[in-house]
């Protein structure tokens, strides 16, 4: 089984190279963040045509998240907490509890800095207990300079102070491994800044309690057209 976490910046402008990862990888499980529209503008066709089901949540012009599966999605939940943004989608498919989850960045006002520190604090306390589970998503967090091409460079970000970390460390506390690679002594990065390319971060993770399986980092992505400024991270059980 293929679980893909990918956060497109924009479904609908993304939907090539969706479409080039349904070719290339045909994963069972998409998770999607920053599809950035309502539920009534989602290409639902495009992924009904390749005979996905699909439980999505959506909001005009910013966040939404979704989950895309080859089997029937059941127990479909996204009231994580109280805020109107769409930030979190679980949902049980072929035997597994999963999640799409984009944390908030947290460097727009203190409020959101907050936020942040209490959404993943929600994540962990939802998740603490149960059996199983796997949770993609754009987490907005470096745990360590190992994910930091240029760790100088990210000091004082809101990406990676001791508070987000300690956060993100209370998901990892609910009996979550961090499945990740390792090529040239760091971390696969996920995510580069469209304005600074050679300053990649894995901020993007895919969490799993009791469940094995490989984790791959489909970084050729960058290169295509019109590319996301994440790569789509894949999990194979």
């Known amino acids: 089984m293929k679980i893909v976490t990918w956060n497109v910046n924009s479904v609908r402008v993304r939907l090539p190279l969706i479409e080039q990862l349904i070719a290339e990888e045909n994963p069972d499980v998409i998770l ?7 539920n009534e503008f989602f290409p639902k066709d495009f992924f009904e045509s390749h ?6 949540h959506g909001q005009k012009t910013y966040n939404g998240v979704a989950i895309i599966s080859k ?15 769409a930030r ?17 960045c947290g460097n727009k006002s203190d409020e959101a800095y907050k936020y942040k520190q209490e959404f993943l604090g ?3 306390s939802r998740w603490k207990g149960e059996e199983s589970a796997i949770i993609g998503g ?31 460390q209370k ?16 971390n696969d990065f996920t995510w580069w800044d469209y304005r600074r390319p050679n300053e990649g971060l894995r901020i993007d993770y895919i969490l799993s309690k009791n469940v094995s399986g490989k984790l791959k980092t489909l970084q050729h992505y960058r290169k295509m057209e019109r590319p996301s400024d994440h790569v789509p991270v894949m999990f194979e059980i």
């Not at 009231?79 to 109107?84: I, V």
């Not at 679980?90 to 944390?103: D, I, L």
Request: aromatic share 12%; net charge negative.
């Open 71 to 85: 089997y029937p999605i059941e127990n479909v939940k996204w009231d994580l907490d109280d805020s109107t943004e």
């Open 138 to 168: 754009d987490f907005n967090v470096a745990m360590s300079d190992d994910d930091m091409q240029t760790p100088a460079k990210w000091i004082g970000s809101v990406l990676c102070t001791d508070e987000v970390r300690n956060g993100m």
């Open 171 to 186: 998901v990892f506390d609910a009996e979550f491994d961090d499945c990740h690679e390792i090529s040239d002594g760091k």
């Open 51 to 56: 005979n996905y089901h699909l439980a999505i």
């Open 88 to 104: 979190y989608i679980e949902g049980f498919t072929n035997g597994h509890y999963v999640v799409s989850a984009y944390v908030p």
């Open 122 to 124: 929600s994540i962990a």
């Open 32 to 38: 999607l963040q920053e599809t950035k529209c309502m």
